[in-house]
T-cell receptor, first 110, second 110 residues
Framework: QKEVEQNSGPLSVPEGAIASLNCTYS??????FFWYRQYSGKSPELIMF????GDKEDGRFTAQLNKASQYVSLLIRDSQPSDSATYLC??????????FGAGTRLTVKP | NAGVTQTPKFRILKIGQSMTLQCTQD?????MYWYRQDPGMGLKLIYY???????DKGEVPNGYNVSRSTTEDFPLRLELAAPSQTSVYFC?????????FGQGTRLTVV
């Protein structure tokens, strides 16, 4: 059974702080990794994707991948109240069967 | 460019009834997915398809069926609806990277 696990939270950080979100996966054959954001009552939307070990930065967001440890994380710098949402980690295996974790609810307090 | 279109948006079904959730994408994507999302939870993969004529089971396929006769359409069939199928259903499509989601179908089985 392919598993994607996230800290369920909730996670609360003050405005301007760094929010750190973590995800582990069980399928060593996994090829690509995604972070989606989902506002309440809305569809998920992509924040970042990462394929290779290391860091990938896009504005205030940094994704980190460590395939040996089967671990992917998302850092949000200078967190804003508008970042308050549920963050979903998704992992795509060799069969392109994209699976999601349970999500981490983030609240950024002004 | 409509993206991923799901119909209906809302539906109330009686126990034992059947229905089809429609999903159409106009991005010529090979990969299509059906997920369900229970309150406060992540997305669970029901079925997915890597191209026309090819479908495969995900994590929670029981009680559902799919077909993929064209690249554009990926309908999800519920036979003999049960209260446990009350959920929000998302259809998604993907090319080589991110998945694009439809607006979701909120289904209640009573």
């Amino acid at each position: 059974q392919k598993e994607v696990e996230q800290n369920s939270g909730p996670l609360s950080v003050p405005e301007g702080a760094i929010a750190s979100l973590n995800c582990t996966y069980s399928d060593r054959g996994s090829q690509s990794f995604f972070w989606y954001r989902q506002y309440s009552g809305k569809s998920p939307e992509l924040i970042m994707f990462i394929y290779s070990n290391g860091d990938k930065e896009d504005g205030r967001f940094t994704a980190q991948l460590n395939k040996a440890s089967q671990y992917v994380s998302l850092l949000i710098r200078d967190s804003q109240p508008s970042d308050s949402a549920t963050y979903l980690c998704a992992v795509n295996g060799l069969g392109n069967d994209m699976r999601f974790g349970a999500g981490t609810r983030l609240t950024v307090k002004p | 460019n409509a993206g991923v279109t799901q119909t209906p948006k809302f539906r109330i079904l009686k126990i034992g009834q059947s229905m089809t959730l429609q999903c159409t994408q106009d991005m010529n994507h090979n990969y299509m997915y059906w997920y369900r999302q229970d309150p406060g939870m992540g997305l669970k993969l029901i079925y997915y398809s890597v191209g026309a004529g090819i479908t495969d089971k995900g994590e929670v396929p029981n009680g559902y069926n799919v077909s993929r006769s064209t690249t554009e359409d990926f309908p999800l069939r519920l036979e003999l609806a049960a209260p446990s199928q009350t959920s929000v259903y998302f259809c998604a499509s993907s090319g080589s990277t991110e998945a694009f989601f439809g607006q979701g179908t909120r289904l209640t089985v009573v």
